[in-house]
């Protein structure tokens, strides 16, 4: 009998992740104003978008579980400063007994790349993973991670 309980349970979520599509969350983003210069620090902007319905956990969620958002990036030949991560807003949801941080709508992430005076590219690519773990109201469904490539030209 316990495992007719198991089947029940687990094709709910299944059927609940059907709904879950994702496509309707994205990750973009920019480099200052798609320029940069050799020797000096530029801002890059990272978004995640999820539309309405869902949220993903905070980079600070503070449930037991929750996995936390985060955003690695790499740049070739150019050094990455850390992540500022916004505030998220706390909120009660059933599967959880207490409060969890979270972001909601868009979401923007901010960090420096900082490229050296001998850089000789004409070009900056910068590979950027956002991972997160979206949810409803009512279950969260297993983290994703999405990538996003940015590119400026030098002036």
């Known amino acids: 009998m316990k495992n ?3 089947f029940v ?9 059907g709904t879950y599509t994702a496509s309707a969350q994205t990750v973009t983003g920019s480099i200052g104003n798609g320029t940069f210069t ?6 890059a902007t ?6 309405g319905g869902l949220h993903a956990n905070s980079h600070n969620p503070g449930g ?14 150019a050094r990455i400063g850390a ?8 909120r009660k949801f059933e599967f959880s007994a207490d409060t969890i941080n979270v972001y909601e709508g868009r979401t923007t992430f901010w960090f420096n790349i900082n490229v050296p005076a001998s850089y000789r590219g004409t070009s900056l690519r910068v590979n950027v993973t956002v991972k997160y773990q979206a949810c409803t ?8 991670s999405k990538q996003v490539t940015l590119t ?3 002036q």
């Not at 687990?10 to 609940?16: G, M, N, Q, R, T």
């Not at 990272?46 to 539309?51: F, I, N, R």
């Open 137 to 144: 109201n009512e279950v969260c469904y297993p983290p994703k």
């Open 83 to 90: 992540v500022s991560y916004p505030r998220g807003r706390d």
């Open 46 to 51: 990272v978004v995640l978008s999820l539309p």
């Open 152 to 154: 400026a030209r030098a």
């Open 9 to 17: 349970f687990l094709s709910a979520i299944f059927f609940a992740a």
């Open 38 to 43: 050799p020797g000096k620090a530029v801002r």
């Open 4 to 6: 007719i309980y198991k």
């Open 64 to 77: 037991e579980y929750a996995v936390p958002t985060t955003v690695r990036a790499t740049a070739p030949g």
